[in-house]
C-alpha cells in the first residue's frame, strides 16, 4: 500500500517541482520561497527546476546545479555537510543531555 | 509644544528613577512615598507617550519622527498606529509598558514590603538603562530642521488594522517578563520565604497570555496581507517571538510545581531571567536590520550596538547574580517513573530544546556570514525537521499529564486510555487513508484527537461535572490543552492538506473551486484616500441564491510607491478559500485559489489557551 503510493507520488512533476521549491529561497523577496512567489526570477527558477526534472536530473544535482549559480544562501534547509555540522547535530546534543540529567535525577532517588 | 512636553517627562521620568534607586542606598523612604514617586515616574512616562500620539494624529510636522513616518492623509487610526510604525516610537511604547506594569506591580498586596521594593528597583534600573537608550540614540522628538507640510508616509504594509494593534499586544508579552526578570532577581537576593513564586506566576501568565495573543495576530496578519496563503514562515521575526514564548510556557508550567523544592527554584529563576533576555534579544534582533525578513521594518545597526550593549548588561547581570547568589540546598526531585513531576521535567527539557534550537537556527546565519563570510540560510525545513519531531514526546504526554499523581506512579483508569489511544490511531490511519497518505499529516491528526480525547476523558473521569466558576478552574489545565489539540489539526490540516488551484481568467469567466462554481465578475479600479485599489470581484457558489461575494486584488500606495496584495478569503468553519490575483497576461488574469482546511481551528485554539491563561492568573 504504501509503495503505490510512493510511486503515484514519483509520477506527479507539478508535486515534485512544488516540493523542491518549497525550499528553495527567493533571491529577489524577503524571505519567501520560489514556490510561493511570482516574481521573476522565481518563476525563471521554476521552469528550469521542472525542466530539469523532466530531463531526470534527480534533486540533488538541481539543488548543486542552483547552490553553483546562487550559493548556499538559495536553500532554505541547509546543507549537511562539514560547516553546519554543530546546526543538524545540536538539538540531537541536547537531547542527549536532557536524558543523562532526567537518568541522573532518577537514578538517586530510586526507593 | 507637544514634543518638548514628550521630551522633558521623559527625561523627568528617567530622572525619578535615579533618585529612586540613589536614594535606597541614602534615605530610607516610607513605602508610601516610594510607590508614589514609582508611580509618578509611570505617569509621567505615559504622558511623554502620548504626546508623541497626539503630535501623529495633528500632523505635526515640525517633529522630526513625525515628517519621516507620518502622512496628513491617512486614516487616523493610522495616526495613531503610526506612533509604533517605526524604531523610535516603538522604543517608546516599550519604555511606556515597562513603567505600566511598573505602576500595577506597586499594587500588589499580600507581599513583603522590602521584597517589592527590591523588585520595583530593580525595574527603575531597567527604566533607566531604556530611558538613557531612548534619548540618546533613539530620541522621537527631535525637531524637524526645515519646514514643510507634510510628511513622508507610513510604510503601507502597515496601514491594517490587525498590525495597528499587535505592536503594542506583543511588547506587553515581552516587556511584562520584565517584572517577572525583576522578581526572580528580588527572590535571589533577599530569598526568604516561596511567596514571591506565587506573584511571579501571575505576572508570567499575564505576559504569556499577551504574547500568545500578539503572535497570534501577527501571523493572522500574515495571513491575510502577505497574500503567500500560509500563517507561519519560520521567518526569523517570528522565531523570535516563539522563542520566549516557549520559554515562558516552560516557566508557566515549572512554577506550577512549586511545592518547596529548591531544584526547581533554581530552575524558575533561571527560566524567568532567560524570558526576558530573549525579550531584549528579540527586540534587539528585530530593530538592528541584521535580519531579512517579511516583517522588515528596521532602522540603523548602530542603534543595534546599543541594544546589544544593554542586551548583555541585563542578560550578564542576570545570570551573574544567578550564579552568586544561587538558591541553597538542593532538594533532590521525586522523579519516580510516571508521576506529575518527571512529566513536567520532561516538558521543561523539550520546551528548552525547542527553544535553543530555535535560537541556533534564527542566528546560525550570521555566525556563518562572520566566520566564514558565506551567506546561507536556515528557513522553515530545518525547523520543521528539527523543532516538531522534538515536542511530539511532549504532546503525547501533555494530554495525560495534568492528572498524573504527584507522588505515587499511578495512573487511573489506565486502560480507557490505551483503549482509546488504539482506537483513535485505527480511525486516524482509516481517514488518512482516503486522503492521500502522508507521514506528518497522520502524525498531526493522531496528536491533535489524542490530546483532546484524553483531556475529555481526564475531565469526566476525574472530576464531578458542576457548573460553576470553581469547577472552570479545575478543569482549567485540560481545557488549555484541549485548545492546543485543537489549534494543532488546524495547523495540520491547514498545511499538510492544503490545496492549489491555478487559472487563467476573462471578466465574465466561469470556473469551479470545490465543487461549486465561482463567477468572475469583473476588474474595478478605485482610489481611495491613500492608496489606489485593484479588485477582482468573484461571486461564489452562483447557482445558489446566497452566492457570496469575494474580492482580492492589490493595492498601490503612490506616497511610498508600494504595492501590496490583498487576499480575498470566503472564510467557512471548515475551510477558508483563499483568492490570490495574479498579473495579467495576454488579456488575462492569473488567479490562484487556494483551499486551506481548518485554519479557523488554529485561532480557535489559541482563543482557548488565552483564555485558560487568565482563568489561571485567578487560580492560586
Known amino acids: ?111 | 509644544m507637544s514634543s518638548l512636553v514628550g521630551f522633558l517627562s521623559l527625561v523627568f521620568a528617567i530622572g525619578i528613577n535615579f533618585y529612586l534607586f540613589l536614594s535606597r542606598y541614602i534615605f530610607k523612604f516610607k513605602k508610601q512615598k516610594f510607590n508614589l514617586f514609582i508611580r509618578l515616574s509611570s505617569l509621567l512616562t505615559l504622558l511623554s507617550f502620548f504626546s508623541l500620539m497626539y503630535a501623529y494624529v495633528v500632523s505635526d510636522f515640525s517633529n522630526y519622527n513625525v515628517f519621516q513616518n507620518s502622512h496628513s492623509n491617512k486614516p487616523l487610526i493610522y495616526k495613531i498606529s503610526g506612533t509604533w510604525g517605526n524604531h523610535e516610537g516603538s522604543m517608546l511604547l516599550w519604555l511606556s509598558i515597562l513603567s505600566i506594569f511598573s505602576f500595577f506591580f506597586s499594587f500588589t498586596k499580600n507581599i513583603d514590603e522590602s521584597f517589592q521594593r527590591l523588585t520595583l528597583i530593580i525595574q527603575s534600573l531597567l527604566h533607566i538603562l531604556f530611558g538613557l537608550f531612548i534619548v540618546f540614540t533613539s530620541n522621537p522628538f527631535l525637531v524637524n530642521s526645515i519646514l514643510v507640510n507634510e510628511g513622508l508616509g507610513l510604510n503601507p504594509i502597515l496601514q491594517d488594522p490587525g498590525l495597528a494593534v499587535h505592536p503594542p499586544i506583543l511588547y506587553a508579552g515581552y516587556v511584562g517578563y520584565s517584572i517577572v526578570f525583576s522578581i526572580a532577581i528580588a527572590g535571589l537576593f533577599q530569598n526568604t520565604d516561596d511567596e514571591w513564586l506565587y506573584v511571579a506566576k501571575k505576572w508570567s501568565l499575564i505576559s504569556w497570555t499577551f504574547l500568545t495573543g500578539g503572535i497570534a495576530l501577527g501571523s493572522y496578519w500574515a495571513y491575510y496581507e502577505l497574500g503567500w496563503g500560509g500563517w507561519w514562515f519560520w521567518d526569523p521575526v517570528e522565531n523570535i517571538s516563539l522563542m520566549p514564548w516557549i520559554a515562558g510556557l516552560a516557566l508557566v508550567h515549572s512554577l506550577m510545581m512549586v511545592r518547596g523544592e529548591q531544584a526547581i527554584k533554581k530552575w524558575i529563576v533561571f527560566l524567568s531571567i532567560l524570558c526576558f533576555s530573549l525579550s531584549v534579544f528579540g527586540t534587539f534582533l528585530v530593530r538592528s536590520g541584521i535580519l531579512t525578513s517579511v516583517h522588515s521594518f528596521a532602522a540603523d545597526a548602530s542603534r543595534g550596538i546599543f541594544i546589544l550593549l544593554i542586551f548583555f548588561i541585563v542578560t550578564g547581570f542576570g545570570f551573574l547574580v544567578f550564579l552568586l547568589k544561587e538558591p541553597k540546598k538542593s532538594n533532590a526531585l521525586n522523579l519516580l517513573f510516571i508521576n506529575k513531576v518527571s512529566a513536567l521535567v520532561i516538558n521543561n527539557i523539550l520546551m528548552i530544546i525547542a527553544t535553543l534550537t530555535i535560537l541556533l537556527g534564527t542566528i546560525y546565519p550570521i555566525i556563518i556570514e562572520v566566520l566564514y563570510n558565506k551567506r546561507i540560510s536556515v528557513g522553515g525545513p530545518y525547523f520543521n525537521s528539527t523543532v516538531i519531531p522534538i515536542m511530539i514526546p511532549g504532546f503525547l504526554l501533555m494530554s495525560v499529564a495534568p492528572i498524573l499523581s504527584w507522588q505515587t506512579n499511578k495512573i487511573n483508569n489506565s486502560k480507557k486510555y490505551v483503549l482509546a489511544f488504539i482506537v483513535l490511531s485505527v480511525l486516524v490511519l482509516i481517514q488518512s487513508y482516503f486522503l492521500d497518505f502522508n507521514t506528518w499529516g497522520f502524525v498531526g491528526l493522531l496528536l491533535g484527537f489524542w490530546i483532546i480525547l484524553a483531556s475529555i476523558i481526564a475531565i469526566f473521569s476525574s472530576y464531578k461535572i458542576k457548573i460553576n466558576i470553581k469547577f472552570f478552574k479545575i478543569i482549567n489545565p485540560h481545557v488549555a490543552h484541549i485548545g492546543v489539540g485543537i489549534a494543532i489539526i488546524g495547523i495540520t490540516c491547514s498545511s499538510i492538506f492544503q490545496n492549489e488551484l491555478d487559472f487563467n481568467l476573462n471578466e465574465g469567466d466561469k470556473f469551479i473551486v470545490n465543487g461549486k462554481t465561482v463567477l468572475f465578475e469583473k476588474i474595478e479600479t478605485t482610489n481611495e484616500i491613500n492608496f489606489q485599489s485593484l479588485r477582482g470581484k468573484f461571486l461564489f457558489d452562483i447557482e445558489k441564491n446566497r452566492s457570496k461575494e469575494i474580492e482580492a486584488g492589490k493595492n498601490y500606495y503612490p506616497v511610498s510607491k508600494m504595492i501590496t496584495s490583498e487576499a480575498g478569503i470566503l472564510h467557512q468553519w471548515n475551510k477558508d478559500i483563499y483568492f490570490i490575483l495574479g498579473d495579467q497576461k495576454n488579456n488575462e488574469w492569473f488567479v490562484k485559489v487556494l483551499i486551506n482546511p481548518f485554519v479557523s481551528f488554529i485561532w480557535l485554539g489559541v482563543i482557548i489557551m488565552m483564555y485558560s491563561g487568565l482563568i489561571a492568573v485567578s487560580r492560586r
Open chain 1, 1 to 111: 500500500m504504501f509503495f503505490t503510493f510512493k510511486i503515484f507520488a514519483i509520477e506527479n512533476i507539478d508535486e515534485r517541482v512544488k516540493k523542491l521549491t518549497l525550499e528553495l529561497r527567493c533571491m529577489t523577496c524577503q524571505n519567501q520561497s520560489i514556490y510561493d512567489s511570482d516574481a521573476e526570477f522565481s518563476n525563471d527558477i521554476k521552469k528550469i527546476v521542472k525542466n530539469k526534472l523532466k530531463a531526470g536530473e534527480s534533486e540533488q544535482d538541481i539543488k548543486k546545479f542552483l547552490v553553483e549559480r546562487y550559493g548556499e544562501y538559495i536553500l532554505f534547509r541547509p546543507l549537511m555537510n562539514y560547516n553546519n555540522i554543530f546546526l543538524w547535530s545540536f538539538p540531537f546534543i541536547l537531547l542527549i543531555i536532557g536524558l543523562f540529567f532526567v537518568l541522573i535525577r532518577s537514578k538517586g532517588n530510586k526507593v
